[in-house]
């Protein structure tokens, strides 16, 4: 069956720096769109960012841009979240979610909590 | 930025009972909204696509319609494991999500 099992969370330090991961099982990773997607808590939902399956093509969410870069290894069937100037609202559950070629996401991850605080 | 807006913020329903959730866009998102059931501590799963068509494995009383900039999700026959939040999700232009509504126990 699919799973998502994201990792890498924890309390930061505004401007502070985090990698989420993302080890993807049960289906032809390789074949597959990615995206986070992030919950504030209390909150709805934020896409965050989006990998083509071969990693040439990437989008990010206004509110990350030029700070998260996500990136995939197809090898070891993986999604990657890198995280950098961290700033309090930044602070949420981070989701990583496949992606159908239509645009839902089919299957989610049970999330990787992120705090960024002093 | 496409935003997506859903009414109510809450609604209270009796097991058994009919639920009607609304989700309405900025502009024309075509056929291009899913929804999504969240409940608590838990990941969103995956109900509608496409605006109507049922995800893997979703039981008939979840049923989606409309189009362009209005959408709604009903779930016929309301059972205990539906008390849920749920939001919908346009994949138009990039990808934004409603609020959210909770369906709370009346």
């Known amino acids: 069956q699919v799973q998502l099992v994201e990792s890498g969370g924890g309390l930061v330090k505004p401007g502070g720096s985090l990698r989420l991961s993302c080890a993807a099982s049960?289906?032809?990773?390789?074949?597959?769109?990615m995206s986070w997607i992030r919950q504030a808590p209390g909150k709805g939902l934020e896409w965050v960012s989006y990998i083509s399956s071969s990693g040439t093509t990437i989008y990010y969410a206004d509110s990350v841009k030029g700070r998260f870069t996500i990136s995939r290894d197809n090898a070891k069937n993986s999604l990657y979240l890198q995280m950098s100037s961290l700033r309090a609202e930044d602070t949420a559950m981070y989701y990583c979610?496949?992606?159908?070629?239509?645009?839902?996401?089919?299957?989610w991850g049970q999330g990787t909590l992120v705090t960024v605080s002093s | 930025e496409i935003v997506m807006t859903q009414s109510p913020a809450t609604v209270s329903v009796s097991p058994g009972e009919r639920a009607t959730l609304s989700c309405r866009a900025s502009?024309?998102?075509?056929?291009?909204l899913a929804w999504y059931q969240q409940k608590p501590g838990q990941a969103p799963r995956l109900l509608i696509y496409?605006?109507?068509t049922r995800a893997t494995g979703i039981p008939a009383r979840f049923s989606g319609s409309g189009s362009e900039t209005e959408f709604t999700l009903t779930i016929s026959s309301l059972q205990s494991e539906d008390f849920a939040v749920y939001y919908c999700?346009?994949?138009?232009?990039?990808?934004?999500f409603g609020q959210g509504t909770k369906v709370e126990f009346k």
């Open positions: 979610a496949r992606d159908t070629i239509r645009g839902e996401f089919d299957y």
């Open positions: 999700q346009q994949y138009s232009n990039w990808s934004t």
């Open positions: 502009q024309s998102v075509s056929r291009k």
């Open positions: 496409g605006a109507s």
């Open positions: 049960g289906f032809s990773f390789s074949d597959y769109y």
